[in-house]
């Protein structure tokens, strides 16, 4: 097609939500509650490690962290998939779908980080535990966290810079539940394939997950090995147990990511692609929350503690009236 004819899009129609109010209401109901338990249940962990001292250490600075990446990770796509669902027209503008990409994979590539660094502190936690208050120091901790984000935020830049550039004409409609790299490149007027910044970012993309994949593995594989020549079995319990919740999570996390990210050149039905997608956007995030906080008998106990006081303080407060 002749470039001079081409007539940019200014909104994409989401094709993939169910096309019957019911089915709408339907789905709209558990997102609406899993979004609102995600926001409550990392505010919770987040509040909970900001007022108690004892979890002023980088375990739990990190875990507080991801917490604040996680609300803003979700909140990129989910408000915009609930007022879909209740909306006749389910469109997006181009720029909205621009810093909707922008902020997904931005906070999306800030947690791939922390989630290596949090390896990291486990690592040093029980293979170094003499040597670790002096090495992750909290300015360490601080300098990890904020070098992630710096790191997840600057990534996508280039691949959004040259998305934003490219011509989208003829169909508009978008084959996913929110915008996303390869659905938007689908309806660009160009051939995307011999766009090297894209092929380049691609592949920074592809190499990043697998650099984590590969640290954290390695890291946890000499972790397994410290644990087992722990003589007692209470001692291997403890060690071990400090773990748990970060290995859960990465496992969750990055699992989706790789179904998503890591395909090549296999292709998935719409179904396929959408509950994919729901899986590293909604549902791992859901369950953040509910592992840091069973599996964690600080947090569990500090939660209890601010719950006894409260309502000690309403009791307080009904007998005053």
């Not at 081409?6 to 509650?33: D, H, K, M, R, Y």
């Not at 969750?252 to 039905?269: D, E, H, K, P, Q």
Request: hydrophobic residues 50%.
């Amino acid at each position: 097609m002749d470039s001079s004819n081409w007539t940019t899009a200014q909104e994409f129609i989401f094709s993939a939500f169910p096309s019957s109010w019911g089915n709408s209401v339907i789905c709209f109901i558990p997102l609406l509650f899993i979004y609102t338990f995600i926001i409550v249940g990392n505010l919770v962990i987040i509040t909970v490690v900001k007022l108690n001292n004892n979890l002023h250490t980088p375990m739990y600075l990190f875990i507080s962290a991801l917490s604040f990446l996680e609300i803003w990770y979700t909140t990129a796509t989910t408000p915009k998939m609930l007022s879909n669902l209740l909306s006749k027209r389910r469109s997006i503008s181009l720029n909205g779908c621009l810093l909707q990409m922008y902020f997904f994979h931005s906070t999306g590539i800030s947690e791939v980080c922390l989630l290596t660094a949090m390896a990291f502190d486990r690592y040093l936690a029980i293979c170094s535990p003499l040597h670790y208050p002096t090495i992750m120091t909290s300015k360490l901790c601080t300098q990890l966290t904020l070098g992630c984000c710096v790191c997840g935020f600057l990534t996508p830049l280039p691949e959004i810079a040259c998305i934003s550039t490219l011509p989208f004409c003829g169909c508009n409609h978008l084959e996913h539940i929110f915008c996303d790299f390869l659905p938007v490149l689908r309806l660009a007027c160009t051939d995307t394939q011999s766009i090297v910044m894209i092929q380049v970012v691609d592949v920074v993309h592809a190499v990043e997950i697998i650099t984590a994949v590969m640290l954290i593995f390695m890291s946890y594989v000499r972790i397994v090995a410290v644990i087992l020549h722990i003589r007692s079995a209470e001692g291997r319990r403890k060690a071990f147990s400090t773990c748990v919740s970060h290995l859960t999570v990465f496992v969750l996390f990055f699992g989706n990511v790789a179904l998503m990210y890591l395909r090549f050149s296999a292709t998935y039905s719409l179904f396929w692609d959408t509950a994919i997608a729901l899986g590293f956007t909604v549902l791992s995030p859901f369950f953040n929350p509910i592992i840091y906080s069973l599996r964690n008998k600080e947090i569990k106990e500090a939660i209890k503690k601010h719950m006894s006081q409260a309502k000690t303080f309403f009791h307080k407060t009904r007998d005053l009236k």
